[in-house]
């Protein structure tokens, strides 16, 4: 309970301030905290995952944006009414698209009655691996987890690339003036 605590009163500190540095520093506690949530459900794989990619790679990649922005965020000129309806709206369509799964912990799943079973008769056969976890993860979602890692490489490369810009940029400004 103390750490669902933490973790809505530090969305809510997110929400709230101004700075968009402390943001990007909340934004990376923020999936420290989901990180240590995720162990104590003992999906410490996803654990590993959120921190790794939520604290470290984000919060690295959002840093590296901040160079190229300003410090604090500007006041809205608009009103928040058509944002608010969209989240809503957004809201709604994911409730809805959740009312026909299956109870959480069903036996009768689908993912309980047909995958589950498949993976748990072939893995020791086809990969030789004993942790299951790891057997689908690391073999069978191979090319998932390798689009993944592509992703956040070309997340990275690209705030590089803008960085190096901004570089460029200010040394032929100092150099103008």
Known sequence: MVLFTMLVMTALAVVR???????AMLSGVFSLLSALLLVTLDAVDVAFTEAAVGAGISTVLMLGTLALTSRFERPSTHSPAIPLFVVFVTGATLVYGTLDMPSLGDPNAPAHTHVAPDYIQRS????????????????????DTLGETAVVFTAAVGVLLLLSGLRRRRRKEREDT
Do not use: C, D, K, W
Request: proline letters at 7%; hydrophobic letters at 40%.
């Open 17 to 23: 301030t101004q700075s968009l540095f402390a943001t």
């Open 124 to 143: 020791p056969h086809e990969i030789g691996v004993p942790n299951m976890v790891t057997a689908v993860l690391a073999s069978y979602r191979g090319y």
